[in-house]
């Protein structure tokens, strides 16, 4: 099993930022993608951006030049600075990885808010 903690969520303005950081625990010896995802209310959950264990990432569209993800190794944590912040930004922030072995397996982190005032 791999355990994800998120922390780093809150409320700011409009233009500002804030880093969301994510600790993975437990079973991480074989996980390949750690990212972020985010549901907006009444919206599906969406890919935010991701970043492979050889340092590949992907990001949306909607937050590229603007959200950069990270990983500190020795930490097991994975980072996303969000600059430049929009209302429609707003939304609760997953942390996701994925482990291909033993058994191809998804784990995601309870969530955090971000809110994003006008």
């Known amino acids: 099993q791999v355990q994800l903690v998120e922390s780093g969520g809150g409320l700011v303005q409009a233009g500002g930022s804030l880093r969301l950081s994510c600790a993975a625990s437990?079973?991480?010896?074989?996980?390949?993608?750690m990212g972020w995802y985010r549901q907006a209310p009444g919206k599906q959950r969406e890919l935010v951006a991701t970043m492979t264990s050889g340092g590949s990432t992907a990001y949306a569209d909607s937050v590229k030049g603007r959200f950069t993800i990270s990983r500190d190794n020795a930490k097991n944590t994975v980072y996303l600075q969000m600059n430049s912040l929009k209302p429609e930004d707003t939304a609760v922030y997953y942390c996701?990885?994925?482990?291909?072995?033993?058994?191809?397996?998804?784990?995601w982190g309870q969530g955090t808010q971000v809110t994003v005032s006008s």
């Open positions: 996701y990885a994925h482990r291909p072995t033993p058994t191809p397996s998804d784990y």
């Open positions: 437990g079973s991480i010896f074989s996980i390949n993608v």
